[in-house]
Each structure stands twice: as C-alpha cells, then as structure tokens.
C-alpha cells in the first residue's frame, strides 16, 4: 500500500489516536521521519526517537541492575524507554531506519511491539509506536526485518511523495517560489532516487530542501553551481540553475501585478509555471483580485485553464486568507470556479 504525505498525516492521526502501531516504507530522504515528527506535533504528543540501527538489545529491554540486599536483580530501563514507561500523556516512540538494525536489536522490540511490556515493565495506554525504515533495494544497508516484527505492526505502507504536497509544504518553509515552480514544471525530479556507490546525491525532496538552504546563502554562481551539485546531483541542478536564469531574465511577476488586464501570458510550458508559481508565491488578500484578473485571462484568452487553476491553489496554499477575499468569490463563480471542481 502507497500513499502521498497527506494521505500518511490523515492516517498518522487516526493510528495515534488508537494507540496503532505503523511501520512507514520509502526511499532516503521522501521525509518520512519529518512527517512522523510534524504529526506527533499536530497530535500534541510528545516524540521520541530511537535509532535501533545504532542501539543494542538492552535498549529495549534494560540493564540488569542488583536489589540492594538481595542476591536476585531486575531489568533497570533507560533513555527512551524509560521516557516511554513515565509517560502521562500522548507519547509518539519512532523507531527510527529499523530495517538497518541487527536482527537482535529487532527481536528485543517484539515484547514491546505487541504485549506493550518488558521484563515487567509495562507501557502505560498513551504511547504510540511508529517505525520506519528504507527498503532493501535502496542500498541503505537494509536487510530486511524480521517476519515477526513486521506483524506486530497494525499496518505497513510505502510513502510515496507527491508535487503537490511537496509544494504544500515548501510555501509554509518560505522556500524560493522559482525553485517550487521548477518541481512543478520537472516533477520527475521531485524524487527520483538512484541508489549509487559514487558519493553523489540524488535528487529526493529532503536534498531539494538542502539546495534551497544553499540558494539562500548567495554564494558566488561558481561556488553556489558546485555545491547544489554536490546537493541534488550535476544533472538536477543544472537544470534548475537553467530555469532559474530563464525566470529571472523573462518573468516579469511586478508588470503582472501592475497591470493584469494587459500584461503579456507566456506561450512556453516552462515560463508559464515561473509565472504563475512566482505570483502564488506573492500573493495575499490585498493583491489577490489583481492575480484573480490574470487568471481568468489565462483560463479565457489563452485557453490555460490547467494554469490558471495551478495559480489559485497554490495562491491558497501560501496564504489561505484570499480564500475569504471579494475576488476569490468572484474568481470562483466564474469560468474557473467550474474549471477547480472538476479537479477536486
């Protein structure tokens, strides 16, 4: 079973709420961790992190600690497990990369998986455990999990990331409008993982993220070619650094704003997407009826409706305020109006 991120927060929240256990699948860097953390936050739980792959059984099980005075000794937990048996409130326990584990370190986690107890310690209701773990064909170093563990586990799904949630997330990160407008026209480069002894990156929506944290620094153009190279791969960024110098030299977003009865619409699949993106990009309540303006042009007179659509979503995306704005309703009870529901 595959989802997009957003079908995995819907689902996180339900699992969460039934004290379900789920193990989450996916190539490195789709942002499966991330997504854990930012639904366990949403869920006001607290989150703990625990790296089987680096951990050792007792992690899971305790130390043998003596009784004072006795010849008998019992099992002292630490570190997130002894966070997890104090717990009081909403707890999230992420298994963190469980596939790379040594099979020991797996077994010691079945006890707890499923009976919720060890070495009589037992978890109080409140905490939740989710797993997640690369597959084996990524070459992350996973050999598998252990049959027994994966059906402790009330569901296993495979998270698949998708542009528009990616889009979703990026205008909430503030990251550059031209980068998002760049995955949107090139969504294949979103995440398109290539498992690779060289030591060269893929490009995978957490190295996108890397590359707009480099693009921020201003770095000189031969430094700054470099380094996003070293962060998505030389084919990925050169072609972003090509789109980029396109939408800079061709896009003018602040004519669009000034005069959107008359501006120009741009005939080229690449400069629509900088277009329309850039200007998501801009938008709030105050400008929004001017954006509104170009996108019934877009949808009318240049028969781009899939653009003008594009425009207003992610318009909302980056600032659900113009939803509630004159020219939002009557954006909607026009020609586009007809054009967004049929794409819901």
């Known amino acids: 079973m595959s989802v997009t991120p957003k079908q995995l927060t819907e689902l996180l929240a339900k699992m969460f709420a039934a004290r379900l256990p789920v193990l989450i699948t996916g190539a490195p860097g789709v942002g499966k961790s991330d997504i854990v953390a930012q639904s366990a936050a949403r869920a006001g739980a607290e989150l703990l992190i625990s790296h089987p792959a680096v951990s050792d059984p007792t992690d899971a099980k305790g130390l043998p600690w003596p009784k004072q005075g006795d010849t008998e000794a019992t099992f002292l937990p630490f570190g997130e497990l002894a966070r997890a048996c104090k717990a009081t409130g909403p707890t999230v326990w992420l298994l963190d990369d469980l596939g790379q584990a040594p099979p020991a ?5 079945m006890q707890l998986l499923l009976a919720r107890r060890v070495n009589g310690h037992v978890l109080p209701d409140c905490v939740t455990f989710v797993a997640a773990t690369n597959r084996r ?12 563990v994966k059906s402790r586990f009330a569901s296993i799904v495979e998270l698949e990331p998708t542009i528009d949630d990616w889009s979703a997330w990026a205008y909430g990160q503030a990251i550059s409008p031209t980068l998002i407008a760049f995955l949107r026209y090139r969504s294949p480069l979103l995440c398109a993982f290539q498992a690779s002894a060289d030591l060269t990156n893929s490009p995978v929506p957490r190295t996108w993220s890397h590359l707009a944290k480099l693009e921020a620094l201003a770095l000189p153009p031969a430094i700054e070619a470099e380094a996003m190279a070293g962060a998505v791969g030389e084919g990925a960024a050169n072609e972003y650094l090509a789109f980029r110098s396109m939408a800079n030299s061709l896009v003018n977003l602040d004519g669009i704003l000034l005069d959107p009865d008359r501006a120009p619409i741009p005939s080229k699949t690449n400069e629509l997407y900088a277009t329309v993106v850039g200007l998501a990009g801009r938008a709030n309540a105050q400008n929004f009826p001017r954006i509104a303006t170009y996108a019934t042009r877009l949808a009318v007179e240049a028969d781009k409706g899939e653009f003008a659509v594009l425009l207003i979503r992610d318009a909302q995306r980056r600032d659900p305020k113009v939803t509630y704005t ?19």
């Open 105 to 109: 370190v797996q077994a010691s986690y």
């Open 137 to 148: 064909t990524d070459r992350a170093g996973v050999s598998g999990i252990l049959e027994p």
């Open 326 to 344: 004159d020219g939002f309703v009557r954006l909607m009870s026009g020609p586009i109006g007809s054009l967004v529901s049929g794409q819901n």
